[in-house]
């Protein structure tokens, strides 16, 4: 019965219509294809994570998904729509916190900026950012400056600005590249709650193996020169996910594996 229902659920997941789709993109920058033929679609709610060899294009696909670049060829679309510019419900995360954020403005400043481009009035902001650090657990550092923070809390802030976009969908680049083991794990779980509390739609680059197994819906694969798809892994893993239960999981494992296996057998 509970196996029937999940198929079911799955069935009803892969007909939904999906909010962004490439279809047949390709780049071309600087007389090199750096992305070529690219089919991939995300469904509302979806967590997808991309992973692969470094260079491969991920990035590149992550800012054709933000409307950053327009394909040379086929389309890119969110909710039906050429991706032709960037859109305020689609938020972008990114590695380096320290560029993101403005240095001259405390935490409260950053994320009133993200609400000042929205139009929010003035006598909502207090409210709304006072909030917004709550979500992110950084409600006693309003006053702070980007420099007094840790690399943890900065990351937690620019996740807070985006958040104040109200968006739909995070396209995330490696946010959590540059942080420490046990401050990833805590924002790991952090966004997985944040996204599955406001059914974000979420592309999540990432070297990790494991960090995409463990936060995705699904994993895609890019083999390099030119970037399109080499392997797509369906992450049958319960939710909520749990750092030690989730990786000690035969399925996991198995998962991880293949991975493996697929980055390897691309950096030859
Ligand atoms: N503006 C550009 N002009 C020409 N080539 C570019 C440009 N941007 C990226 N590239 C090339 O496209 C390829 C893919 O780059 P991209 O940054 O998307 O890869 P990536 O998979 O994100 O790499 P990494 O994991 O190292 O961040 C690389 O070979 C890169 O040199």
């Given at each position: 019965m509970i196996l029937l229902a999940r198929l079911d659920d799955a069935k009803a997941a892969r007909q939904q219509k999906p909010l962004i789709s490439f279809n047949g993109a390709t780049l071309r920058l600087g007389g090199k294809t750096i992305i070529e033929n690219l089919d991939l679609t995300v469904r509302p709610g979806e967590f997808l994570c991309i992973v692969g060899a470094s260079g491969c294009g991920k990035t590149t696909a992550l800012r054709l998904a933000a409307g950053l670049y327009r394909p040379t060829g086929g389309a890119v679309t969110f909710d039906g729509q050429a991706m032709l510019e960037p859109r305020r419900e689609v938020a972008i995360v990114f590695q380096?916190?320290?560029?993101?954020?403005?240095?001259?403005?405390?935490?409260?400043?950053?994320?009133?900026?993200?609400?000042?481009?929205?139009?929010?009035?003035?006598?909502?902001?207090?409210?709304?950012?006072?909030?917004?650090?709550?979500?992110?657990?950084?409600?006693?550092?309003?006053?702070?400056?980007?420099?007094?923070?840790?690399?943890?809390?900065?990351?937690?802030?620019?996740?807070?600005?985006?958040?104040?976009?109200?968006?739909?969908?995070?396209?995330?680049?490696?946010?959590?590249?540059?942080?420490?083991?046990?401050?990833?794990?805590?924002?790991?779980?952090?966004?997985?709650?944040?996204?599955?509390?406001?059914?974000?739609?979420?592309?999540?680059?990432?070297?990790?193996?494991?960090?995409?197994?463990?936060?995705?819906?699904?994993?895609?694969?890019?083999?390099?020169?030119?970037?399109?798809?080499?392997?797509?892994?369906?992450?049958?893993?319960?939710?909520?996910?749990?750092?030690?239960?989730?990786?000690?999981?035969?399925?996991f494992l198995r998962l991880r594996r293949q991975l493996f296996d697929f980055i390897k057998a691309t950096e030859h």
């Open positions: 380096d916190y320290g560029k993101a954020l403005l240095p001259w403005r405390t935490a409260a400043g950053n994320i009133s900026l993200a609400l000042e481009a929205s139009r929010i009035p003035a006598r909502e902001r207090p409210g709304r950012i006072a909030e917004l650090l709550r979500k992110v657990g950084l409600p006693a550092h309003a006053e702070k400056y980007p420099a007094e923070m840790s690399g943890g809390m900065q990351q937690r802030l620019q996740i807070a600005r985006c958040l104040a976009q109200e968006p739909t969908t995070l396209l995330m680049d490696e946010p959590f590249g540059a942080l420490d083991a046990m401050t990833r794990q805590g924002l790991q779980d952090e966004v997985l709650s944040l996204t599955a509390a406001t059914n974000t739609t979420v592309i999540f680059v990432t070297h990790d193996l494991d960090e995409a197994i463990y936060l995705g819906d699904r994993v895609v694969g890019l083999l390099p020169h030119p970037g399109r798809i080499g392997i797509e892994l369906d992450v049958n893993l319960s939710r909520p996910r749990d750092q030690l239960a989730t990786r000690e999981h035969p399925e």
